[in-house]
């Protein structure tokens, strides 16, 4: 409902020794903790002794999921669990995951968080080769490349890892075989993936708050690159993709991970705060009160209002019962949409000066109806500041920014965004400091779309995938 950058995927699995373990709930919880990656489709694959049963949808954790559900679902030693936003695909039923197959030498269900930089140039290879296609998204080429791979492959991992030398781009997979479950992170690590253990069983997640809410240790975090198998005989992993120069994707510590996550062993909570603080010192000012933007500029708040001694305030109350999909299309009912998504608190803005906290600016619109929102209800001043720096490239390993046409950086300078957006002053966090938030963290970051230096080569333009074009629109 709220202009801003979508969420990336969330990907949850598990496997347990015991053939009638209750995976299929644990999953289940543990989807709920990853809501906040996707909120567009959702679904489980559970194994049961190499017998896979699923069940996927659009729409949220509660709603794909009723008890009558899971109960046809069953018991097993193995689940799969995934919730998407899609940056690449159509919202479909057909798109949704994880995706399951049965090939010749049994079958397999995936997971995939990211997004296949080469997606279009292996489809149209896989495509001439005569393989068929049920989706749009690039989660299926994946899938296609490693059967193929695993026809001739001694093994599954040994095909996921002949797999990693055509897949380019960011890629965290958990991925279910009859007999194993595979994590698999792509080699520059965009994406966060971890593993815990749950008495004897063993469980991967997106997010280590994933793991909390069944009650799973952290073990650690998976490394760029690397293959880890459990089976009967417990974890083991293969690096041979392990090794190179890559890079996390800042923005899970900005905006996309939720606050009680740890990531490469940095607290998400804690870098907001610090991205909040490197904002004071970067952009000081006098005013009344600092508030933030629910949820992710509430820490930056924080951050800022230590930092500058300038008191931390409530501003804001948000709806937390309005689904996603709350579109209007005309621009009357789109600032009536914000105000039942957000409500002010006069008495925080009333006669203030206020310091308002957002994590990102993209397009500027939603932000421009905020900033009305709070000069509505009383302040003397407003202050914006972003904790992030400005959007001047595109994403091209996760995040739904495919272009430079939609960003406001690109079309105005600092003093025209802020006479548009009807702030009294506007402060985005610098290039410099952005990658310094997660402090302590065991990894490089990826910070392209702010800088334009990629851990990678810029992949080349590609188009939109055919089948989301009508007849009269496709390009050959």
């Known amino acids: 409902m709220l202009e801003g950058l979508q969420e990336k995927c969330g990907v949850f699995g598990i496997y347990s020794n015991d053939t009638n373990s209750d995976v299929t709930a644990k999953a289940y919880l543990s989807l709920f903790a990853l809501q906040h990656r996707g909120q567009e489709s959702c679904g489980i694959a559970v194994c ?14 509660p709603d794909v999921f009723t008890r009558e559900t899971l109960e046809k679902l069953g018991k097993g030693n193995m689940a799969v669990g995934h919730v998407r936003y899609s940056t690449v695909g159509q919202k479909s039923r057909a798109n949704a995951q994880p995706l399951v197959v049965m090939h010749i030498k049994g079958s397999m269900a995936i997971a995939h968080n990211g997004n296949i930089t080469n997606a279009a140039e292996l489809r149209e290879k896989l495509e001439l080769d005569g393989a068929l ?32 030398f055509e897949i380019q781009g960011a890629y965290s997979l958990v991925i279910m075989s009859p007999s194993k479950l595979i994590a698999v992170r792509d080699p520059c690590g965009f994406r966060p993936l971890c593993m815990g253990s749950l008495g004897k069983d063993f469980v991967f997640a997106s997010e280590s708050c994933a793991l909390d809410s069944v009650g799973a240790k952290f073990i650690r975090d998976i490394e760029p690159g690397e293959i880890v198998i459990i089976d009967g005989d417990g974890p083991r992993s293969i690096k041979t993709h392990c090794g190179k120069h890559g890079g996390m994707c800042i923005f899970e510590f900005i905006y996309f991970a939720r606050p009680d996550s740890v990531i490469e062993g940095a607290s998400v909570h804690t870098a907001r705060q610090r991205a909040g603080s490197f904002l004071a010192l970067e952009h000081p000012v006098q005013a009344d009160v600092v508030f933030g933007v629910p949820d992710s500029g509430l820490d930056a708040a924080l951050g800022y209002s230590r930092q500058s001694g300038i008191p931390y305030g409530v501003g804001f109350i948000k709806n937390r019962y309005i689904g996603r999909t709350f579109i209007q299309p005309s621009q009357e009912e789109r600032d009536r949409s914000v105000r039942i998504k957000l409500n002010t608190i006069e008495a925080t803005i009333k006669d203030k000066r206020v310091v308002l906290i957002e994590d990102s600016i993209v397009r500027g619109t939603t932000m421009r109806r905020i900033v009305k929102l709070v000069r509505e209800s009383g302040a003397k001043e407003i202050h914006l500041r972003i904790s992030s720096p400005p959007f001047v490239n595109p994403c091209y390993f996760g995040i739904d920014i495919d272009s430079r046409d939609n960003l406001i950086a690109c079309k105005m300078n600092i003093q025209e965004i802020r006479e548009y957006l009807g702030a009294d002053s506007l402060g985005y966090l610098s290039v410099d400091n952005v990658t310094k938030i997660a402090q302590n963290a065991k990894c490089n970051f990826c910070s392209g779309c702010f800088s334009g230096k990629y851990p990678v080569p810029e992949p080349a333009p590609f188009a939109k995938n055919k089948f989301e074009h009508k007849i009269g629109r496709v390009v050959n």
């Open 48 to 61: 049961n002794e190499g017998i896979m049963q699923y069940h996927t949808d659009l729409g949220l954790v």
């Open 133 to 164: 296609f049920h989706s749009t998204n690039d989660t299926e080429i994946i899938l296609h490349i490693i059967t193929k791979k695993r026809i001739q492959a001694q093994s599954i991992e040994t095909a996921i890892e002949q797999a990693m």
